[in-house]
């Protein structure tokens, strides 16, 4: 009768504990362990360890004691040096850590992660939460109607999770880089499919009303904006020094994509730049009492979007008030993000093809700027108009088809 696997108890070089299976083997006086979904895989990786045992395979890890929540220490402060969207992994790290923090980083499994995904893919946002609860108290204070309905829950979308999850496997595979871990889990997981990318558009009439409803402080900024597809933070951080007027370009040396690039201005743009510098000039020398070789020093570092602080908007300032009107004018689904998308679409419009869209916006590869590339049908009604027709066969006024003729008699 085979041996039956006890809780603690080890048999054979496998070992379970608290329901989940491991082989362990000796190499140079170190035990290595490893995690596996069940026994049968547990036996299957015992076996490998020992023939790498045997052949003194070079870089079997330490044993592993690292669990998940003090090894994020050690990848912050390497995500913040080597990765500009460390500041991102801050959100993703929040649910990662109240679910595989107390864990070895052996113990976390593709299949613990799948588990995962599929439970938080179903779980209530804590802003939907945050609504519902503050909707309840509106209500028990009867400062809502009383047929007034709660707003309906939001789960976490797709997109959401898989960020949380390329984030562990990030953190995962720099415990492979520092030899923590022999091979990530995580190798090859199937992320969730995401919607496909908003597709914002703006006519006229409401670009009009938009701009009306913006603070007048917003203004220039959403012109320069719309005319340039620089980024919320491209924008802000933007310094006189920057602006070459005389060849109308703009260099972003902050990009997101790690790289500088030159934006080339729109005429308008040159002559409210030039009226802005004006102001600015006057401002600072007025400020270093009229010495104009200190003003010319301070100058190319201050901001060209500046408030009378002479300091630039903070962001959220600009995403609330972009909102605000927005909600104003009937389009709540816009965002400050898609003046980005307005920029690529019209120019587009222009006839500038997909690489040109992509250097100005600063897009490593063409399948963001793909998404700007949405159809027009009045333009493509107009565009097909223009195509010239294929030439056509000279014909007799009067010839009929031997084939409609051969019709003809048969009848």
Known sequence: MAKRHEEGRQIGGIFNRNGHWYAKVKVRGRQVWRSAPTKEDAQLLLGRLREDAARERVGLPRVQRDRLAGFVTKYREWAKVHKRSWDRDELSLRPLLAAFGPLRLSEISKARVEAYMRDRRGAETLVSIGRREAFARHKEAGRLPRNAKPPAPAAYSAASVNREVACL????????????????????????????????????????????????????????????????????????????????????????????????????????????????????????????????????????????????????????????????????????????????????????????????????TLVMSKRYAHVNPSRLRDLVARMPAPAEAATEPDAVPAKAVRREVTR
């Open 169 to 364: 496997r990030k953190i995962l595979s720099y415990a492979v880089e520092c030899g923590d871990l022999s091979e990530n889990p995580l190798r090859g997981i199937r992320m969730f499919t995401e919607a496909p990318g908003r597709v914002p558009t703006l006519g006229p009439e409401d670009e009009a009303a938009l701009v009306a409803a913006l603070p007048p402080w917003l203004r220039p900024l959403y012109r320069l904006a719309v005319l340039t597809g620089l980024r919320q933070g491209e924008i802000v951080s933007l310094r006189w020094r920057h602006v070459d007027f005389d060849g109308g370009i703009l260099m972003v040396e902050d990009s997101k994509s790690g790289e500088s690039r030159r934006v080339p201005l729109h005429p308008s743009l040159v002559d409210e730049l030039r009226t802005r510098r004006a102001l600015v000039e006057a401002a600072i020398l007025a400020r270093v009492n009229g010495d104009e070789l200190a003003a010319r020093r301070e100058f190319p570092d201050a901001f060209v979007v500046a408030m009378p602080s002479g300091l630039p908007p903070e962001a959220s300032s600009i995403s609330h008030a972009f909102k605000r009107a927005a909600r104003k004018i009937g389009r709540p689904d816009l965002r400050w993000h898609d003046t980005r998308h307005l920029a690529g679409s019209a120019l587009l419009g222009t006839g500038a093809s997909l690489p040109e869209v992509a250097a100005m916006l600063g897009h490593k």
